[in-house]
């Protein structure tokens, strides 16, 4: 296993890493240690090149920074994609180097779960490095993030309601759901108890209507979810769906989900304020998942009480997101990415 160093300015350290003997091929970005290690998750799947997945590496961790920062918690930015596809390519092997690698940055990088990795695969890992978060088993061990980052988002949503219609009331509000995986399910489930009525989508026949049964959810198409009539979108699936071709469609008061990346551009947080559509910054709303994460890092105690605290306090910081984004007329993207500035700021002085 080598480690190649990669110049990224911004970026406080990335390197390339070849193992040629399991065919890893994988890039650790750490984008800012300033309020801590660098914490993020591990990303697996084939990248058209190695440019591509550099790019993709860059961008995710420096939006750790930000989630991290914004969440209120001592870790810094980072993350690592490996270039492979896990459904045919995954192996211990290429796992354990990966592992070797993260050991080799001494603490400065912790890894987690993201797309195309399990538990199974942290744990191997965790064979040759402690820097690994998101283990099904051990003292610390936080499991699957999805309920805590739905919370932050039911969250999220209901202080977004109140700034938009004045109540956070959601038993008197429509909530148009994409995507009922990991997130998209337990935010179903928390609004179907807030008596919010709910019409969904997802890829997943099966899972919808598992949707329809539980939660008496309305169906439409993974395309018509846009255009739906509701006062709530809440996207939980992928990444730029709020673009210049589904802003005009939508027909709702806020946008608050879970998905990474909502906005394709900056752009388009201006197109939403202009429509007088309030959005609820995606990093901040759903900041649950890290919060979850980094009791395992940090090793906290008292689990449940510290998790409630970080969540009540990420919800202040949407509150005083949205209220900044009223007072100074801008989009919230804009007063939430300068809180974070104001934050690692300070903390630099
Ligand atoms: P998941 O894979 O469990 O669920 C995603 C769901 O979206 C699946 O059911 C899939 O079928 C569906 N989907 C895919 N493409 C779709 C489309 N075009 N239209 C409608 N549905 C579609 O993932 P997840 O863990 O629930 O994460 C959802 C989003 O939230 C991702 O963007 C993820 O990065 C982000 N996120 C997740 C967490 C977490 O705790 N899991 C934390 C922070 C952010």
Redesign the pocket.
Known sequence: MKLFPVDAPGHEQVVRIEDPESGLRAIIAVHSTQLGPAAGGVRMRPYSSPEAALEDALRLSRGMTFKNAAAGLPLGGGKAVIDADPARQKTPEMLRAFGRAVEALEGRYWTAE??GMTPQDMAEIGTQTAHVAGLADGAYASG???P??ARGIFNAIGTAARHRFGSDDLSVRTVAV???????WHLCDLLHSAGAQLVV????AE?VGRAVESFGARLVG?DE?YGVKADIFAP????AILNRNTIPQLKVGVVAG???NQLATDEDGRRLHERGILYAPDFVA?G???I?VATEILRIDNRAAWVDEKLDALNRTMDRILTGAARRSVSPNEVAESIVAEILHKTAA
Do not use: K
């Not at 994409?178 to 998209?184: K, T």
């Not at 989508?201 to 997943?204: G, K, Q």
């Not at 939980?236 to 990444?239: F, L, R, S």
């Open positions: 993201d797309m699957d993030p999805s805590i980052t994409q995507g009922l995986g990991h997130v998209g989508t997802d890829v997943d899972q993974i979810i939980c699936a992928i990444g879970g998905a990474n759903n649950g998942g890290i979850n």
